[in-house]
C-alpha cells in the first residue's frame, strides 16, 4: 500500500475518533465506550486466538462468496452483454428480479443448504453478484464497437474479440462493482452471522450485546471495520494490477 | 489488384452506396471524396470485409472479399487503437491473431515502429501518445503484417495541419517502399491530390462515382508547390461545388 491511502485511512480514523469520543462524553461512556477504552479492547483482542478465530471465519465467508460471486456473474455478464440473444432470454429475469431485497431469502437458504457455511456464502455470492452482473453486462454494452471491428479486420475471430476487447474492457467494470460490493458483503456478512452459528465477528458482536458486553461488541466492530477495508484494499490493488491502462497519468 | 462491382449497401431501406464499380492496380492508390455521411466509410468497410454488400463483389488478387483477413489493413478513422494494450502490443495484435510467435512478433512490431520514427515508447499506452504518435502506430500496425491492400478512413483528420503533412508524407514514404495499394477516404481535397494516384469523386447518398481523376503529379514530394496541383484542385473544387 502506497503511503497516500495510509494516510487517508489515519485522517479517517482520526476524524471517526475525534465524533466518537464527543458522542462517548455525551452518552456518559456506558452505552457507547470511550474510543481509547475500545480500540484497548481492540488491541487486546488481537493477541487473543479466539477472536482470530471470529476473524478468519468471517474472512473466509467473505472472500469465498467474492470469488464465487465474481467467477459466477462475471462470465455471465460477459456473455449477455456481448451475445443478445442470451441477454434478450436473461435480462428480464435479472431486471425482474434485481429489485427484490435476497436477504429475506435466507430463511429459505438455511433450509435448503443448512446452517452451515453454504447458506451463508451464498446469501452473500447472491446479493454480490446481482451487482456484478448487472455492472459488468451494462459495461459490455457501453464498448465502442470500434475497438470490435479494430479486432475483426485484423482478422480476428469472435474468440479473439472476446480476449482481445470484451473481457479487457470489462474488468474496470467488474472491479468497480467488486469493490463497491465490499460494505455490502460486509453488511450481509454480519446479518447472516447473526443466526445459527457461534462463529465469526457477526456472532461475536451479537452475542457480545446480548451480554451488555459493550468493548467486545466494540472489539467485533472493529474487526469487521478492519475486514471491511482490507478487502476494499485487496479489490482497489487487483484492480491496478489488472488495469494499469486506466490509471495512467496523461504525460 | 483491387476489383469492385456494382457494390451496393442500405441500411433501414435507405441506400448508402449505389453501384460502386472501380478497380485499384498493384502499385496504385485511390483517394475517395465525397459529401459528409454519402458512404464513404461503408465503402471501405464493405471492401475490407467488415460489413457485407447487399449486393456486388469485390476481388482482391483473384479472391473474393467475405471477411476480414490479414491481407486487408484498415485504418479506422479514430485510429482503432486498443486502450489497454501498449503501444507494441497493439502493433503486434494483428501477428497475434495470425498466431505469429510472441518473440518474432514483437521484434517485427518494434522494427515496423522504428520505421515510422517511434521508438522508446513501446511500454506507453494510447492514452499517453500525440495524436499524431496515435496515427503512427495505427499506420504501424497496419503494415506489420504485410497486407496486400491497405484503407484508411480520413486518417489525419483530428491532426494539425503540420503533423498532417508530416504524416502524409511518413505514408507515401512508406507506400514508396512497400508499394501496397491503399484506398484513402478524405474530406481533404488536397489530401486526395497528396495522397491519391487517382482520385475518385462521390455522390451524395445513395452514393456512387461521379468522377474519376488521374492524379499524374502522384508522388512528388512537392506537389503541394506545383502547378498541376493547383490545377487539379481546381478542376476537383468545380466537380464537387457543382454535385454537392
Known amino acids: ?251 | 489488384m483491387l476489383i469492385a462491382e456494382n457494390l451496393s449497401k442500405y441500411y433501414g431501406g435507405e441506400g448508402v452506396l449505389d453501384n460502386v464499380s472501380f478497380s485499384l492496380g498493384r502499385e496504385e492508390t485511390l483517394a475517395v471524396v465525397g459529401p459528409s455521411g454519402c458512404g464513404k466509410t461503408t465503402l471501405l468497410y464493405l471492401l475490407s470485409g467488415l460489413t457485407r454488400a447487399d449486393s456486388g463483389v469485390a476481388f482482391l488478387d483473384g479472391e473474393l472479399i467475405g471477411r476480414p483477413t490479414s491481407d486487408i489493413s484498415i485504418i479506422l478513422q479514430d485510429y482503432g487503437l486498443l486502450p489497454w494494450k501498449t503501444v507494441v502490443e497493439n502493433v503486434a495484435l494483428g501477428l497475434k491473431i495470425q498466431g505469429v510467435f510472441k518473440k518474432e512478433r514483437m521484434e517485427r512490431a518494434r522494427a515496423q515502429l522504428a520505421e515510422l520514427g517511434i521508438t522508446g515508447r513501446d511500454s506507453d499506452y494510447p492514452a499517453n501518445l500525440s495524436g499524431g504518435e496515435q496515427q503512427r502506430v495505427a499506420i504501424a500496425r497496419a503494415f506489420v503484417s504485410r497486407p496486400r491492400l491497405m484503407l484508411l478512413d480520413e486518417p489525419f483528420s483530428s491532426l494539425d495541419a503540420l503533423t498532417r503533412e508530416r504524416l502524409q508524407r511518413t505514408l507515401l514514404d512508406v507506400w514508396k517502399l512497400r508499394k501496397v495499394p491503399f484506398v484513402l477516404v478524405t474530406h481533404s481535397l488536397e489530401e486526395a491530390v497528396v495522397l491519391g494516384k487517382r482520385i475518385m469523386v462521390m455522390s451524395s447518398r445513395p452514393a456512387s462515382p461521379v468522377a474519376v481523376f488521374d492524379n499524374p503529379g502522384f508522388g512528388d514530394e512537392s506537389i503541394r508547390d506545383t502547378k498541376g496541383c493547383f490545377e487539379l484542385l481546381k478542376e476537383l473544387r468545380h466537380t464537387v461545388e457543382a454535385l454537392w
Open chain 1, 1 to 251: 500500500m502506497s503511503l497516500k491511502p495510509v494516510f487517508r485511512y489515519a485522517l479517517v480514523i482520526i476524524a471517526i475518533g475525534v465524533l466518537w469520543k464527543l458522542a462517548a462524553l455525551g452518552l456518559g461512556g456506558i452505552i457507547l465506550p470511550h474510543p481509547e477504552a475500545a480500540v484497548r479492547a481492540f488491541l487486546s483482542a488481537m493477541g487473543t486466538q479466539i477472536f482470530w478465530e471470529h476473524f478468519g471465519v468471517s474472512g473466509y465467508r467473505a472472500v469465498t462468496a467474492m470469488v464465487v460471486a465474481w467467477g459466477v456473474a462475471f462470465p455471465l455478464g460477459l456473455v449477455m452483454g456481448s451475445v443478445k440473444r442470451v441477454d434478450n432470454l436473461l435480462a428480464p429475469f435479472i431486471f425482474l428480479t434485481y429489485p427484490i431485497p435476497k436477504i429475506v431469502l435466507l430463511p429459505v437458504f438455511l433450509l435448503l443448504f443448512g446452517l452451515g457455511d453454504l447458506a451463508k456464502i451464498s446469501m452473500i455470492a447472491l446479493i454480490l453478484g446481482y451487482q456484478i452482473l448487472v455492472t459488468t453486462r451494462d459495461g459490455v454494452r457501453s464498448i465502442h464497437p470500434k475497438y470490435s471491428d479494430s479486432v475483426r479486420s485484423l482478422g480476428g475471430s469472435q474468440w479473439d474479440v472476446l480476449c482481445e476487447v470484451l473481457i479487457p474492457a470489462a474488468l474496470p467494470h467488474g472491479f468497480t462493482a467488486l469493490r463497491l460490493g465490499v460494505g455490502v458483503s460486509v453488511a450481509v456478512l454480519f446479518f447472516v452471522e447473526s443466526f445459527a452459528t457461534t462463529r465469526g465477528l457477526g456472532y461475536m458482536i451479537m452475542d457480545a450485546w446480548g451480554a451488555m458486553d459493550y468493548l467486545t461488541m466494540f472489539t467485533g466492530i472493529l474487526g469487521m471495520s478492519l475486514m471491511g477495508a482490507a478487502l476494499y484494499e485487496i479489490a482497489n490493488l487487483m484492480e491496478r494490477r489488472a488495469c494499469t491502462w486506466m490509471f495512467l497519468r496523461k504525460k
